[in-house]
């Protein structure tokens, strides 16, 4: 990997808050989701992650800033000469290789052995990398492995998944039966009052490593399917609500449907249909409203009476609606 605070465009010096506040807008620029015709976004955005997750561990910060490791997580070799060497272990100090000393090889053992992983082999090598995607509950990045420990088997891919979920089970934050790429059927907890959009991540839910090391995230973002009586507006909602000619003339009281079930709305005499009614607190979450549009709704095939009265209306009582 390239110096983590070159990826990151940030200086040696800086802050926690600062580190994490660059790596957001570096990862939401180069998400794949967001270039999905850029076949080098991916690498960019694994490389963006991989250099956060290594300034945000301090140990490997520290050893990194004092130059006793590289990008990789590998330790700096120097001070040990082709000769004679110290030695490690008991072994014979200044003795050549096969003749009781070590071998660089040795050496690099048992420095590795200090950081808790085991030498890659012919004494050398960058640490195996792992991508994930950008996360947008947590705010941070996935793992970058180095030198030993859970980096050295490659993580699984994490894995786009849409769940579609009708508006009640959005309202009501439901279970919802969502099928992973690794085949099986979950039941997701939505968030409460999610949102259209939202994204949630699943662990361990994505596609397996294919070296054997831990599987990928899922991340599902969610998609509100359009309502067949409802529409959004934000948290509001519209609803229509048919209505007869004597109910808009003389007043009454009709059924209206809502997330929550049906309530009684109360129609003023001679209502005006051109405004909506408004129920408080009937929106999406219960944190907007439910506008109820009334709709006058005429006999099917006419009625000659009513022909009759509205000749008559408009013949000896006519007004005005349009300029």
Known sequence: MRDPYSVLGVPRSVSEKDLKSAYRKLAKAHHPDQNPDDPKAHAKFAEISSAYDFLTDAEKRGQYDRGEIDADGQPKFGGFSRGAGAG??????????????????????????????????????????????????QGTGAGFAGGGGRGNTMRG???????????????????????????????????????????????????????????????????????????????????????????????????????????????????????????????????????ASLKIVLPENGDPDLESLMRFWRDQKPYKVRE
């Open 88 to 137: 490690f272990g008991g072994g014979t100090p200044g003795a050549r290789p096969g003749q009781g000393g070590f071998s660089a090889e040795d050496i690099l053992k048992e420095f590795m052995s200090g950081f808790g992983g085991a030498a890659p082999r012919g004494g050398a090598g960058a640490g195996a990398g792992r991508s994930a995607g950008f996360d947008p509950f």
């Open 157 to 291: 891919e994490d894995a786009p998944v849409t769940a579609t979920v009708s508006l009640e089970d959005a309202h009501t934050a439901a279970s919802v039966p969502l099928r992973m790429p690794n085949g099986k059927v979950l039941n997701v907890k939505l968030p409460e009052k999610v949102e259209d959009g939202q994204q949630i991540r699943l662990k361990g839910q994505g596609l397996p490593s294919p070296l054997g090391g831990e599987a990928g995230d899922a991340i599902v973002t969610v998609k509100i399917a359009r309502h067949k009586q409802f529409r959004r507006d934000g948290a509001d909602l519209r609803v229509d609500v048919p209505i007869t000619l004597y109910e808009a003339v003389l007043g009454g009281k009709v059924r209206v449907p809502t997330l929550d079930g049906s309530v009684e709305l109360s129609i003023p005499p001679s209502v005006n249909t051109t405004k909506a009614l408004r129920l408080k607190g009937k929106g999406l979450h219960g944190g907007g409203e439910l506008y």
